[in-house]
């Protein structure tokens, strides 16, 4: 064959990954699917996430202690009874409200001691209230919609002219919350939730594309043509790099929308480190169904590997300053575990370059050497 | 001459199986191939045909030996190759969420088809493969002929070198088989393209300029298929039946004989290849009339020869694959009775009123290219499926409305491999012995027979995913005559086996009617027509004709065309009553 020069090579080169490119769009389009797993799961999960955010805690079942029914005390009682977020029941013991509490009949109690009408007028009234911690997402809610409930009834007797029995030190609200005492992340569902669609897009979806193209015999015949692996292997990155980052875009949009999360660092920063995650994310999910070649399995072990690591070895649900050492460790080798911090910082505390750099630095690594395995492995060959 | 477009030195290719050993998909394969005109590979499952065009195509690497095409070293640089040769894999390798259209394009941008070319080949490609009408068409939606071309077309969108053909028309109708073998033929006179092609069908091997012939992954023979034929010279003869017997009686009965190496029903007699050239004592009373060698003669002798270990044809009396003797032979008694069966899937109407009759102890054979409705009408049959509307009567129940009555009395085969691939040969035969409510010592008596008669003892703890396709279908067979079926349904029985297979087959289906079972068959080879007493056509959901294979036969008599096959009559029939639909359609 005469030599082409450059020029013309490139061009062929890059007008056989742009059909690729467009076959592959054509799919996802087509195949529900792809459709169900790129667009419809995302939405699904944000959703699911905005509902259980926003409505979950109305109807919050309280128990409120009233030990000696006072004027005081029947007011801050009323408040509760009045409230939308809360069903109260009435009870006269700490003790009663605590085996509702256990029984799950409650999920909060409100302690108004015998003593509060007295230390009301003194100034130093104590109201206690107690919050079933178990979800601690929950629990933090039902704690602040009581401290508000009381509140409000101070603001009303404020209003009225009358001392403010919970205003200006004179009562003190002590909150506890049982169970998960440790919790201390209060918007960590938006960062987790942008990693688990990333990973979903990213692994999950690429290696079924991929797995099936094996399956039906579609590769076989791909294969046999001036085709390259590199611009095979292009050309199934690019779409699935570009759904997750539109999956990105919905997940910000609703974290600002939905969640009122506040996005302290750089948006520019934060896109740059997922499309990092995604690279890597895209080509856990190549490297895996190039090696097993079949649909089901590939999207077993993406789920199995990719997946339920971001989920929970990411630190997004557990704090892996909480696990065990050999758990730890593990947690070290989930790409995930960085995304995750890069996210957490990125969301709530800023451009804190100390944890970026680290952080983006091994995630780069990870998508260098996965990309790498990826193309030694992927190779036009049945063998 | 020009140099040969392949060469293969001394090719091996050793595959790991899961079971763990290995298999010898190509031991020491030697071929050569020249620059004009047809070759195709032939030879039984698992022969390597696969194998070697894959390789060829720079797919696989061999272990071991030198592989040269269009001049360049296939293991140094495959991607030359794949530049400029085409290539249609087994499964035809068609995005099917992808149009007609789309799937040409796509090819045609990873060859780098200018807008030029396209524009002058397009329109001729469409002509080719009359895909014209429906390039808008989702490849999924089509039929397995139209994909089978869209293949074609898209190994075609720019003219390769060489073109690769893996298995092509396996389970096509005879009418696509035949529209492909056209556009072969136009693509190597015009433009003088060399084709390579699998198959495992001997009629369309004998057409190639050239054949491989394959087996166990190396090569029998190889050469022009009238010279291998000639390996067949002087052995080959035709006899007809004599007074009561039919057809399929006397070849069943010719086949036990030892010095037959094959004998086949073919156009109301029976074909005999012979081991040796025959005495004048031989076959008393048959008068033989010698016939001139074919193709598939010598491959049969070539195949036999070579497979020492595959048992010959049971000999002496029919197996006795049941317990309780039916008589045997075809009574006046209609055990299946189908009137005005009408199945719908919402619009779409896959079976559309039809009729037909079996008869107690006769091989009903129901022929036609698929989605004409075959196994629709089996899953009726069997009670899988409810019927929209219609009569269906099974040995006396009716089928709409005692299923497990008439099931009872069933055994079925279906298309797929249906028994289960995990579990060993005997735990499967144990299932469906249970399944069929066997129990003790009848249940262990019914198995010791089946596998007896089936050769399954060897087997017992095989695994059933690991069987070989001959083996499987074999124990698909046997867990179906478990609980002594008065009919058995078989779907699609032969589908992608081989002559060889096929033969044996027909061999035990023969044997169980002679004991008075009732066997309905579907199958789209045609030829397979002749084992039957009685066939029927279908075409999209209708029947269009039936009756015994001479009178289906008559349907393609012409003065040109004194013996035709059961091919011309399938093509003449189908194309007779495509012609009257359309004539109604414009009056």
């Known amino acids: ?383 | 001459m020009t140099a040969p477009v392949i060469v293969g030195r001394d090719l091996r290719k050793r595959f790991k199986q899961r079971a763990g050993g290995t298999l010898d998909a190509l031991a020491s394969v030697s071929l050569e191939i020249a620059a004009g005109g047809v070759s195709a590979l032939v030879g039984p499952d698992g022969s390597g045909k696969s194998t070697l065009i894959r390789m060829i195509a720079g797919l696989l690497s061999a272990d071991a030996g030198e592989l040269t095409v269009l001049g360049i070293d296939v293991a140094k640089d495959p991607q030359a190759i794949q530049d400029r040769i085409g290539y249609m894999p087994q499964r035809f390798g068609l995005y099917e969420d992808l149009s007609v259209q789309e799937n040409l394009d796509l090819y045609a941008d990873l060859h780098g088809v200018s807008a030029a070319v396209r524009a002058q080949k397009y329109p001729r490609l469409m002509e080719m493969t009359a895909l014209g009408p429906f390039t808008g068409r989702l490849a999924g939606r089509l039929s397995g002929g139209m994909k089978q071309k869209l293949g074609l077309a898209c190994a075609l969108v720019r003219s390769p070198e060489l073109l690769l053909l893996d298995d092509p028309t396996a389970g096509v109708d005879p009418l696509s088989r035949r529209e492909l073998w056209e556009i072969i033929a136009a693509l190597v006179r015009d433009e003088g393209v060399p084709v390579l092609i699998s198959t495992s069908y001997l009629d369309e091997a004998e057409r190639c300029d050239h054949v491989v012939v394959m087996h166990r992954g190396a090569v029998l023979a190889q050469g022009r298929p009238d010279d291998i034929a000639q390996v067949a010279a002087g052995r080959t003869f035709r006899a007809a039946p004599r007074g009561e017997e039919s057809p399929r009686k006397l070849q069943a009965r010719l086949l036990a004989d030892p010095t037959v190496t094959d004998a086949a029903p073919e156009g109301g007699r029976v074909r005999i290849v012979c081991t040796t050239a025959p005495g004048d004592a031989a076959f008393a009373g048959l008068a033989l009339e010698p016939v001139p060698a074919r193709f598939e003669d010598a491959f049969m002798i070539l195949q036999r020869a070579a497979d020492a270990t595959r048992a010959k044809m049971s000999t002496g009396p029919a197996p006795a694959l049941r317990a309780e003797q039916l008589s045997g032979g075809v009574k006046a008694e209609v055990v299946v009775e189908v009137r005005d069966l009408v199945k719908r899937f919402g619009e779409f109407v896959a079976v559309d009123r039809i009729g037909f009759e079996v008869r107690r102890g006769e091989i009903f054979g129901l022929l036609g290219p698929n989605g004409a409705g075959k196994t629709t009408t089996f899953r009726m049959l069997c009670g899988l499926l409810t019927a929209t509307s219609g009569t269906l009567n099974v040995d006396g129940a009716d089928l709409r409305r005692s299923r497990a009555q008439a099931r009872r009395k069933l055994g079925y085969v279906a298309q797929k491999f249906s028994l289960y691939g995990q579990l060993s040969v005997a735990e499967n035969l144990d299932f469906f012995a249970s399944a069929y409510g066997l129990a003790g010592a009848a249940r262990r008596r019914r198995i010791d027979w089946v596998m007896d008669e089936f050769a399954l003892h060897p087997l017992a703890g095989v695994l059933g995913g690991h069987l070989a396709g001959g083996f499987k279908q074999r124990l698909a067979m046997a867990a179906a005559l478990l609980h002594e079926p008065d009919i058995l349904f078989l779907d699609e029985a032969t589908s992608g086996a081989d002559p060889v297979a096929r033969r044996e087959f027909w061999g035990r289906v023969n044997a169980l009617a002679d004991q008075g079972v009732t066997v309905i068959v579907t199958t789209h080879f045609m030829a397979e027509a002749e084992y039957c007493d009685r066939i029927a056509i279908l075409d999209s959901g209708r029947v269009l004709a039936q009756g015994a294979p001479a009178e289906i036969r008559s349907h393609a008599l012409t003065e040109g065309n004194p013996e035709p096959t059961m091919d011309d009559a399938f093509i003449a029939v189908v194309e007779q009553a495509r012609a009257a639909a359309l004539q109604g359609r414009a009056a």
């Open chain 1, 1 to 383: 064959m005469a030599a082409t020069s450059p020029g013309p090579r490139l061009a062929a080169k890059t007008s056989r990954i742009v059909a690729l490119i467009r076959k592959e769009g054509r799919q996802v389009l087509r195949d529900p699917s792809s459709f169900a797993i790129g667009v419809v799961l995302p939405l699904m999960l944000i959703l699911l996430f905005g509902y259980a955010m926003s409505l979950d805690v109305k109807h919050v079942p309280v128990a409120v202690v009233l030990e000696q029914p006072s004027s005081e005390a029947s007011e801050v009682a009323a408040g509760f009874q009045l409230s939308p977020y809360f069903e109260t029941r009435l009870t006269r013991s700490m003790a009663e409200a605590e085996e509702l509490m256990l029984a799950q009949k409650v999920d909060g109690i409100v302690h108004l001691p015998a003593d509060f009408a007295r230390r009301a007028a003194q100034g130093d009234a104590n109201i206690e209230v107690v919050v079933y911690g178990v979800d601690a997402n929950r629990g933090r809610f039902i704690q602040a919609y009581a401290q508000a409930a009381i509140a409000q009834a101070g603001v009303r007797r404020a209003a009225e002219g009358r001392s403010d029995p919970t205003a200006g030190g004179q009562a003190v609200v002590e909150s506890q919350l049982w169970f998960n005492a440790a919790n201390d992340s209060r918007y960590f569902l938006v960062p987790g939730l942008v990693v688990l669609i990333m990973t979903l897009i990213g692994a999950f979806m690429t290696s079924m594309v991929v797995a099936r193209e094996w399956e039906r015999g579609t590769f076989e015949a791909l294969f046999v043509t001036p085709v390259r692996t590199d611009e095979i292997l292009i050309a199934k990155i690019v779409p699935y790099f570009l759904l997750g980052l539109g999956g990105l875009l919905l997940c910000l949009g609703s974290a600002r929308l939905l969640f009122d999360v506040p996005i302290r660092g750089s948006i520019l920063l934060l896109v740059a480190v997922s499309m990092l995650y995604l690279l890597v994310s895209v080509s856990m999910g190549l490297l895996i169904s190039a090696s097993l070649k079949g649909q089901f399995l590939s999207s077993q072990v993406a789920l199995v590997v990719t997946f339920m690591p971001a989920l929970m070895l990411s630190g997004f649900i557990y704090d892996l300053r909480g696990v065990p050492l050999a758990v730890r460790l593990i947690s070290y080798l989930v790409p995930a575990r960085y995304y995750v911090s890069l996210l957490q910082s990125l969301f709530l505390a800023g451009d804190v370059w100390s944890v970026i750099i680290p952080n983006a630095a091994v995630l780069a690594v990870f998508a260098a050497v996965l990309l790498a395995l990826t193309r030694l492995t992927t190779r036009k060959s049945l063998g």
